[in-house]
């Protein structure tokens, strides 16, 4: 199994910036990606970015693209989601996800973190 700890999250302006952790251990091999997606109140859980550890394959759900970044630190077996010119509907709860498939549909990873809250005020 591998156990996944995101960090980072909380209360920011319309406009401004956040960075997300996503730490992973245990079994981390058998990763080679790591995704994230969010969670608004009442809606179904979506896709945000994803990248393999490589960084040779990084995709991004198309709301986020050109405000939101990721990227890896390999030794540390840690992701980040810079998150930039934050939207209100930005606003959700942030799910690291690792899995060994590159995919936007969270049924293709086996291994999720506790979720942080990003909220987003206008």
């Known amino acids: 199994q591998v156990q996944l700890v995101e960090s980072g999250g909380g209360l920011v302006q319309a406009g401004g910036s956040l960075r997300l952790s996503c730490a992973a251990s245990?079994?981390?091999?058998?990763?080679?990606?790591m995704a994230w997606f969010r969670q608004a109140p009442g809606k179904e859980r979506e896709f945000v970015a994803q990248?393999?550890?490589?960084?040779?394959?990084?995709t991004f759900a198309n709301s986020v693209k050109g405000r939101f970044t990721i990227s890896r630190d390999k030794a540390k077996n840690t992701i980040y989601l810079q998150m930039s010119s934050l939207k209100p509907e930005d606003t959700a709860v942030y799910y690291c996800?690792?899995?060994?498939?590159?995919?936007?549909?969270?049924?293709?990873?086996?291994?999720w973190g506790q979720g942080t809250q990003v909220t987003v005020s206008s």
């Open positions: 996800a690792a899995g060994s498939t590159l995919s936007s549909e969270d049924r293709h990873y086996g291994n």
């Open positions: 245990g079994r981390t091999w058998r990763t080679t990606v």
């Open positions: 990248t393999d550890w490589c960084g040779d394959h990084t």
